[in-house]
């Protein structure tokens, strides 16, 4: 099993920043994959990065490419989800994800957060 906890979210006016966090624990070592989802108001659960830690390599989901970035400074334990320029589009639940070796899921990963709330105010 792999828990994860998201933080960092909040209300934030557009033109704003925030800067989401997730931290797993438990069996961690099987984790090849971490991501961002986020399910806005009306719409289904959308993709927003990843990160690959074979290789370290990252990828954004073409709508959010040049506002929103992911990176890690400890694999496989925590990532992060810098996002700039908010628009109140970009209000709703965001999800971290783990994919880990054997374990399916939803788009590939087998555990999810709880979420946390991101709310972009015009």
């Known amino acids: 099993q792999v828990q994860l906890v998201e933080s960092g979210g909040g209300s934030v006016q557009a033109g704003g920043s925030l800067r989401l966090s997730c931290v797993a624990s438990?069996?961690?070592?099987?984790?090849?994959?971490m991501a961002w989802f986020r399910q806005t108001p009306g719409k289904e659960r959308d993709f927003v990065a990843n990160?690959?830690?074979?290789?370290?390599?990252?990828n954004v989901a073409d709508s959010l490419k040049g506002r929103f970035t992911i990176s890690s400074d400890n694999p496989k334990i925590k990532i992060y989800l810098q996002m700039m320029n908010l628009k109140p589009d970009d209000t709703g639940v965001y999800y971290c994800?783990?994919?880990?070796?054997?374990?399916?899921?939803?788009?590939?990963?087998?555990?999810w957060g709880q979420g946390t709330q991101v709310t972009v105010s015009s």
């Open positions: 994800a783990a994919a880990n070796y054997g374990v399916p899921g939803p788009d590939g990963y087998g555990y």
């Open positions: 438990g069996r961690t070592f099987d984790n090849y994959a």
């Open positions: 990160i690959r830690w074979g290789g370290g390599t990252t």
